[in-house]
């Protein structure tokens, strides 16, 4: 598995609805891009003023990240996005 370093997380992407709530299945051009991601593994967090400053996120974390933030990766045929804690916008609950 994957572990970051630091104050970085593992993300995996959510694929968009397919359908509308109205049942109206929708074409891949039409789906509006978003940015949601569940959080696979996150680091210990990173050290300020001496002191270690946990991750605000933990695994299993919904959360919306910056669109063109983080590294991609490709492990074990899945593909990851490895970003810093500060292109985590929100937690999704």
Do not use: F, W
Request: hydrophobic letters at 35%; charged letters at 30%; one cysteine or more.
């Amino acid at each position: 598995m994957l572990k970051p370093l630091l104050n970085r997380a593992v993300v995996k992407m959510i694929e968009g609805e397919e359908t509308t709530n109205s049942g109206i299945i929708l074409s891949s051009s039409s789906k509006e891009s978003q940015h949601i991601a569940e959080v696979i593994e996150v680091g210990p967090g990173k050290i300020v003023d001496g002191k270690l400053e946990e991750m605000c996120v933990k695994k299993g974390d919904k959360v919306v990240i910056n669109k063109y933030s983080g590294t991609e990766v490709k492990y074990e045929g899945e593909d990851y996005i490895i970003l810093k804690q500060d292109d985590i916008l929100a937690i999704i609950e």
